[in-house]
């Protein structure tokens, strides 16, 4: 083996080594199309349009108990006002090795403003970008540095361990961590639906 193919091999090799900093990239740059169910290529800066074409709600002056039902095969979040169903959006759940757990839940916290403390970038003291997508518990913090976590818009918390429902990309496919994220204008009429205590349940 020359000089040459064997600097590339140990660069391949580090790179593999990195854990979730050094994840596919293709799951978060702006440049990367996916193919829909219809056959169509959805950009980044169109899924969420698409995402909301598929969406729709019509609970507002319906009575009735909250619940929802997160559909993962189907990637969509139902909701309903007592046994009325009142709104459908389109979700992205947990990608392969980060599957969204199904079961019964309840909503145990509301926060507009929320952040992930487990997933997000490495910055310097001005906030400059020092590591990308980083896993805090498998990748080490650079001389320096903070953890800044990744936005979670209008979070409503369904379990402890960190998993809960978001604004967030949604490339028609599931992407996220565990994490239920839904396109903006469907996850701010969700939140102001719901409170502390509304049944969620999580299906195949």
Sequence with gaps: M???????????TLAALSGCASYDKRLTSTATKYLGQDGSIISRSSSSTLAEKNSYWDGDGVSGAPSMIIDLSEQTASFYKGSKLVGVSAISSGR???GTPVGNYKIIGKKVDHHSNLYGDYVDAAGN??????DVKKDPKPPGAVFAGAPMPFFMRLTNSGI??????????PDSHGCIRMPEKMVKIYFANVATGTPVRVVN
């Design 164 to 173: 809960g429902m978001h604004q967030g990309f949604l490339p028609g496919v």
């Design 129 to 134: 970008v020092l590591v990308r997508n980083v």
């Design 2 to 12: 020359n000089h040459r193919l064997s600097s590339t091999v140990l660069l391949l």
């Design 96 to 98: 392969e090795g980060f």
